[in-house]
Nanobody
């Protein structure tokens, strides 16, 4: 059974950093498209950063470029999201997702895929 488990969320002040982790079990992440989405209260789930399987390139939404970094550790079967210089608008529940599909990071982040594997989410709150 495919399972994703996120961790690393928390409450931090603006300007702070967090590192989210997402560990997969029951499958190997290597050939999968992977990504991080977030959902703020009252808003739709949106793609934050995705790593495509077709070209290995990363996608970041404009509001996080230069502040967030997505990475994959093959040995640990884990994907990370390093978040620096956090802002109050980064607040939300962060979900990781993975799907065995040939797709670019841009298109994988375009909208949530209900047929993909999803974690349960980890809460991120940016507040002073």
């Amino acid at each position: 059974q495919e399972q994703l488990v996120e961790s690393g969320g928390g409450l931090v002040q603006p300007g702070g950093s967090l590192r989210l982790s997402c560990t997969a079990s029951g499958f190997r992440l290597d050939p999968y498209a992977i990504g991080w989405f977030r959902q703020a209260p009252g808003k739709e789930r949106e793609g934050v950063s995705c790593l495509g399987s077709s070209d290995g390139r990363t996608y970041y939404r404009d509001s996080v470029k230069g502040r967030f970094t997505i990475s994959r550790n093959t040995a640990e079967n884990t994907v990370y999201l390093q978040m620096d210089n956090l802002k109050p608008e980064d607040t939300g529940v962060y979900f990781c997702t993975a799907k065995l599909i040939i797709i670019s990071g841009y298109y994988y982040c375009e909208r949530p895929d209900n047929d993909a594997a999803w974690g349960q989410g980890t809460q991120v709150i940016i507040s002073s």
